[in-house]
């Protein structure tokens, strides 16, 4: 096999120290070498690793991507002159089984780095990776936002209180008066049903039969603590999203384009463009973005025979973010709404979101190339490209029905 670095190093990190291997290749009598040195995760033990490649003129470096303890190693050593610094999925680059250590890791990573059979993985430049780290940030305490209030509609039923029984918000203003008020002592459930506002205020005869419980002054402190953590987690997020709106500056117009796709609203949009940087020369076809991400069926096939197709890991904020999306856009009166639920008749609807998130991300890759707007097809596109269809299928639903239909056209 061809030698494309003659001169390669292999990276197995941990978190408190790095095995690494420099492996120079032979020529003529001389015997490929292969030595392994242990070098510690701090900043000057890095610093003096980036000298010591160097002199050795190395020309390609594969680490390993592990949890996060990649990152020191890799911000260091990325710019590191004449080399090409890979960072690999652990996935493709396992050892054989039985005889894996750290130092045969390393060996094992130079030596597919020597040969060219590595690929490295997408690492976004710093304002992409800065903006992926407060977005997801937001998405994390934005779902322990939610934990608390399933944690407070909990603690309402351990009392009794049946109110998001009525209320369809368990923290509207409606319903969070009625909390408060049952927080302040008031037990009446007459008084706390007069709180209620709005489309509520017809309500209040089943309010007052729903407020009827045994709330005590135990379910009242933690009501009182639950609450007051949902609103340090606002605080956090309106922080997260200014801050968000100052690093989102230089692709505003991306956002445009992509929030003119129906359903996608503006925190979708800002997840996508943190999570695939908004350059899509970094994809050569829009399906090999939507591989990337994780939302195409997977290849396993063996002696003929087509075995499981599940979709990979793939990226899982921007799967998450896409996946919410699909379920919206599924109920939606536009192209994407009707092909969803065409997908969804015949497939079911999982396999349907995931179609309507790989859609997404070619709509994406396609709109952020071209610079074009979305346009949407129209929710009758099918009835329009195939009329005798739709009219087939029509008829044969009624025959099944015991009707015998004629049809004329229209004047």
């Not at 008066?177 to 506002?197: C, H, K, S, T």
């Not at 195939?386 to 049809?407: E, S």
Request: charged residues 25%; proline residues 5%; hydrophobic residues 40%.
């Amino acid at each position: 096999m061809d030698v494309l670095h003659p001169r390669c190093a292999g990276l197995d990190i941990s978190k408190k120290d790095a095995k690494v291997c420099v492996r120079l290749a032979g020529s003529g009598r001389r015997r490929t070498s292969e030595t392994v040195t242990t070098w510690s995760s701090m900043t000057g033990s890095i610093l003096a690793l980036r000298e010591h490649l160097a002199a050795q003129q190395v020309t390609c470096v594969v680490m390993e991507a592990t949890g996060d303890y990649w990152k020191p190693f890799y911000y260091l050593l990325q710019d590191l002159p004449g080399a090409q610094v890979l960072l690999v999925n652990a996935r493709g680059v396992k050892n054989v089984p039985g005889r894996k250590t750290d130092v045969n890791d390393a060996t094992w990573l130079a030596q597919l780095g020597a040969h060219g059979l590595v690929t490295g993985s997408f690492v976004p430049p710093e304002p992409i990776r800065q903006l992926r780290d407060l977005t997801r940030t937001r998405t994390a305490i934005t779902r322990e936002r939610t934990r608390e209030i399933q944690r407070i509609e909990k603690l309402l039923e351990d009392a009794g209180i049946k109110l998001t029984s009525v209320a369809s918000q368990t923290l509207g203003v409606s319903a969070r008066n009625m909390i408060q008020g049952l927080i302040n002592g008031e037990r009446d459930p007459a008084v706390l049903a007069e709180m209620a506002y709005s489309t509520l205020r017809p309500k209040i005869p089943i309010l007052i039969r729903a407020l009827q419980g045994r709330f005590t002054e135990h379910h009242a402190f933690l009501a009182r603590m639950h609450l007051d953590l949902i609103d340090e987690h606002d605080k956090a997020i309106t922080a997260l999203t200014r801050r968000i709106e100052e690093a989102m500056e230089p692709f505003r117009a991306a956002r445009e384009l992509i929030t003119s796709i129906p359903g996608i609203a503006i925190l979708t949009a800002d997840v996508i463009i943190a999570e695939t940087g908004a350059d899509m020369t970094r994809f050569p076809t829009p399906h090999h973005l939507a591989s990337w991400a994780g939302v195409v069926p997977g290849n396993n096939e063996s002696a003929g025979r087509k075995k499981s197709t599940k979709t990979r890991p793939g990226n899982k904020y921007l799967k998450g973010a896409l996946g919410a999306c699909a379920s919206t856009i599924g109920r939606s009166p536009t192209f994407l709404g009707a092909k969803h639920r065409r997908i969804a008749h015949r497939r079911g609807p999982k396999t349907a979101n995931v179609a309507t998130q790989h859609t997404i991300l070619v709509l994406v890759w396609t709109m952020l190339t071209n610079g074009t707007l979305y346009d949407d097809l129209g929710p009758d596109y099918y009835t329009r490209r195939h009329p005798d269809h739709t009219k087939n299928r029509a008829l044969k639903q009624l025959q099944a029905l015991g009707y015998t239909v004629t049809l004329e056209p229209a004047a």
